[in-house]
């Protein structure tokens, strides 16, 4: 189906105007022409349908540019502690999931339980699960994914007891006389992995294409996401039987052999399906202090974060996916291990002058401003997820004090011209891309527009946000040439938002696409 958008009001993101055009032709799955509805008319070789979008803003669809999109699909189907502030919360989560199980289920699983705002946080223990769940094994991810509740079951059939010793770049929470407490951190957590039981692929899929349908009406097109081999054969799977989303894949460390012995290169595939740079975690998050730091957690001296690998480590892993034309995306939120990172890919610049990688650093939560510029210099591409700002800044002022005012510097960014885009890091937060925006923009706490901006010098421009989301979030899978912007010959990716000119700060907390199309597939409309 060719089509005609006109009545439109069409922006040249780059100078925040808007164009003279107010139509495009979709032809064939691209945008064909942009300008007049006569222009548009003329030029059509078949016959269109016309769509009158009434004044509103047509703008290109957006890509998120860090998911764990399997996983957010999965949440719908698993134990959701993301709401409870309370032990009772919980306990009531974990008693009415209990009641409604269906079938025979070999482990429960989901999480997303967030400690940092729980009333008793030393109630977060393994005693707690067996309560409800004393005969089948339970491991709860957290809302960071940098941790696990485990049940007394599930650290009995992972044989993790008082003798375990804490693995290298882990950790075992312990009770008073030594033994595992049922929290278990970054490597220790994956400890457990090989043990779950996870859900049927028929669910999983289900969920798969729930979530794509609810992407659609929030003006997501693409995604990238973080996950095992599996997980992508599932989103391709989704793919051969109709649905329609772009997306680019970036395989875990733990694969890196088998993706070289198959001569698999970076930033191939097609616009449909990409393989991007293999996913290595550098260091830990915020929300569990393990994010790696120069200065130490002010609630524990001797804590200064977990560094994953040494840097000579780091630079031998990237080496090596280097050497065989693999880029390497790097998960990086301390500003030590950003700096890390940084002298990491500036050596590799020496070490393969002629290659044509395309290194990620993703998050940065916090820089030193020093750092800023040699980012620039080792030419790294940065995911960055605002939404996280809007939950972290309590984290930042009681963790970062004493450098509080380098956290999510987006202006530098911006002024430096870092090349970057925004994203969300679903599920861990939500995968709406206007309440990245309105972070992006306000800098407030919880997203509330009653509450005083946070650093409020970094904030952005509403292009600038826009941008971050399309065209610079395009170029995260070197897809900028043929997506994120409203040009002729571009992929007829494209949606439809009223018009925000007189509306306050909560418009983007309640913003919707009125019109989703991708290809030149409408794939959602309340036009």
Not at 68 to 82: C, M, P, T, Y
Not at 355 to 374: G, M
Request: negative net charge.
């Amino acid at each position: 189906m060719n089509y005609i958008l006109t009545n439109a009001r069409i922006l040249n993101l780059d100078t925040g105007l808007l164009t003279e055009a107010n139509s495009v032709l979709v032809q064939d799955g691209v945008i064909q022409t942009v300008g007049s509805l006569s222009a548009c008319k003329q030029a059509a070789k078949a016959s269109s349908e016309t769509i009158d979008l009434k004044g509103r803003f047509l703008l290109p669809a957006f890509t998120d540019t860090h998911t764990h999109f399997v996983e957010n699909a999965k949440r719908s189907v698993l134990i959701d502690l993301g709401n409870c502030i309370s032990v009772k919360d919980m306990l009531d989560t974990l008693i009415k999931h209990r009641e409604n199980l269906f079938g025979q289920q070999s482990w429960i699983l989901g999480g997303y339980w967030d400690k940092n705002i729980i009333d008793e946080p030393a109630m977060v223990n393994r005693q707690l699960l067996d309560r409800v769940f004393p005969d089948l094994p339970v491991a709860l991810q957290s809302k960071d994914y940098h941790s696990k509740w485990c049940n007394s079951k599930a650290l009995q059939i992972a044989g993790i007891d008082s003798h375990t010793i804490d693995p290298c770049g882990g950790k075992i929470e312990r009770d008073a006389v030594g033994k595992p407490a049922g929290i278990l951190f970054e490597t220790a957590a994956q400890m457990i992995d090989p043990f779950i039981v996870p859900l049927s692929d028929n669910l999983i899929q289900q969920a798969i294409k729930h979530s794509v349908a609810e992407i659609y009406k929030l003006g997501l097109t693409c995604f990238h996401s973080m996950e095992s081999e599996h997980s992508m054969n599932l989103l391709r799977q989704t793919q051969a039987e109709g649905t329609l989303f772009r997306c680019c894949w970036h395989f875990p460390l733990d694969d890196l052999d088998q993706m070289i012995e198959a001569g698999i290169r970076s930033y191939t595939g097609d616009e449909w399906m990409k393989t991007g740079g293999v996913k290595i975690f550098a260091d830990g998050s915020l929300g569990s202090q393990t994010a790696a730091m120069f200065d130490p957690y002010p609630s524990d001296p001797q804590n200064f974060g977990i560094l994953r690998y040494a840097p000579d480590e780091l630079l031998s892993i990237v080496s090596k996916a280097a050497g065989h034309d693999i880029s390497s995306t790097i998960h990086a939120i301390g500003d030590r291990t950003v700096r890390i990172v940084i002298d990491t890919f500036l050596e590799l610049k020496t070490r393969f002058p002629a290659a044509d990688l395309f290194h990620r650093i993703e998050h940065v939560q916090t820089i030193q401003p020093t750092d800023l510029k040699l980012l620039k210099a080792c030419g790294a591409y940065c995911a960055l997820q605002p939404v996280h700002l809007a939950y972290d800044i309590p984290m930042i002022e009681k963790y970062w004090q004493s450098t509080r005012e380098n956290p999510y510097p987006f202006k530098s960014f911006i002024d430096l011209g870092i090349p970057h885009g925004f994203g969300s890091d679903a599920p861990i937060e939500t995968i709406n891309p206007f309440h990245g925006i309105h972070s992006a923009l306000y800098r407030k706490h919880n997203l509330d527009p009653t509450k005083e901006s946070w650093m409020p010098q970094q904030k952005v421009s509403l292009m600038d946000a826009l941008r971050a989301y399309t065209i610079g979030a395009a170029q995260a899978s070197r897809s900028g040439h043929v997506r994120g912007s409203i040009e002729t010959g571009k992929s007829a990716d494209l949606i439809v938002l009223d018009d925000w000119s007189d509306q306050g700060e909560d418009f983007w907390l309640r913003c919707r696409s009125r019109l989703t199309m991708i290809n030149g597939n409408i794939v959602f409309q309340d036009v």
